[in-house]
Structures are given as C-alpha cells and as structure tokens.
C-alpha cells in the first residue's frame, strides 16, 4: 500500500509542477504582448506630444506676429471645437 501512496504522491507532484511550468509560460507570455503594447502607446504618446508642442510653438509665433489672430483662434479654439 505504501508503494501506491509513494506512486500517487510521486505522480501528482509531477503533474503539479508541470502544471507550474505550463501557467508560467502562459504568464510570461501575457507580459510580453502587454510589454508589446505599452511600446505602442508610449510611440503613439510621444508623436502627440511633439505635435503638441509644435502646435504651442506656432502659436506663440502667431501671438508674436499677429495677436489679434491669435487672441481669435484661441477664442475659437476654446468654444467652438468641444
């Protein structure tokens, strides 16, 4: 009896580090495809803010030409583009 108890405990310990390994492997590869994805959107992130900034810095080019245009796309900006 002792030899099937040693058996069975053999076997499922076994089968619980496989188990282990398998659910494992799963979750490295979830990290990596979110890993994936976070590059994604920290790209996509930095594009918008160089836009951004160039839209900024245009402005002010603007506001130093011509402030009357700019006092008006500003107004525009802020009430007509919600």
């Keep these: 009896m002792k030899k099937y ?3 069975i405990l053999t076997l499922s310990s076994v ?3 496989f ?3 398998y659910d494992q492997y799963k979750q ?3 990290y990596k495809e979110m890993e ?3 590059e994604v959107l920290q790209t996509d992130s930095f594009q918008f803010h160089l ?3 160039r839209y ?3 402005l002010e080019l603007l506001r130093e030409e011509d ?3 700019a006092a008006k796309f500003e107004k525009i900006l802020q009430n007509q583009t919600e």
């Design 5 to 7: 108890i040693n058996a």
């Design 15 to 17: 089968l619980v580090l």
């Design 19 to 21: 188990y282990i390994i």
């Design 28 to 30: 490295i590869n979830e």
């Design 36 to 38: 994936k994805s976070m």
């Design 51 to 53: 836009i951004a900034d």
């Design 56 to 58: 900024s810095i245009a």
């Design 67 to 69: 402030s009357v245009a």
